[in-house]
């Protein structure tokens, strides 16, 4: 049976920020704030404030446990979800989905399910991406996520 594992690329990251391409450079303002955010997960951009981005990473853990809390419920054990990076960016108030988004996530399934979807946050005060926005930059990823593989969703 496979396991959540722990993977945080922030220290990549930050020495190697996202490549140029339209969709890693977009810096998208979801008109919460005007500090720059920084998914250090896959590299994301954008504009918001940092207690906008704690309340909803708040947020995405409590519906979580809400989608957890239905699975343990239900009688026959035949439900079953996974919230993946694109709602947690529709949470952060970002308009447009990745690629990766829908791959990567968190199940409800009992054997797979973390306990809590704890956030770190840090801010990013040198580097490439400080010196290319002559800023600091408010970056926040999660302490744990799913393979690709055991957050694949079916299509009907």
Not at 77 to 106: F, S
Request: include cysteine; aromatic fraction near 14%.
């Amino acid at each position: 049976m496979k396991k959540p594992i722990k993977y945080v690329l922030k220290d990549i990251l930050v020495a190697n920020p996202p490549s140029t391409t339209a969709e890693s450079t977009k810096l998208e303002d979801t008109g919460r704030g005007d500090t720059i955010c920084l998914d250090m997960q896959f590299g994301r951009l954008f504009l918001s404030d940092e207690k906008a981005v704690r309340e909803n990473c708040a947020a995405f853990n409590e519906e979580y446990q809400r989608m957890c809390r239905a699975v343990d419920e239900d009688p026959a054990g035949e439900y079953y979800d996974v919230l993946n990076y694109n709602d947690l960016y529709q949470m952060q108030g970002l308009k447009w989905n990745t690629v990766a988004g829908d791959d990567y996530g968190w199940p409800s399934a009992k054997d797979w399910r973390v306990h809590s979807i704890d956030f770190e946050y840090e801010w990013i005060t040198s580097g490439p991406l400080v010196e290319k926005y002559r800023r600091k930059i408010f970056g926040f990823y999660p302490r744990e996520y799913c393979k690709p593989e055991l957050c694949y969703r079916e299509v009907s």
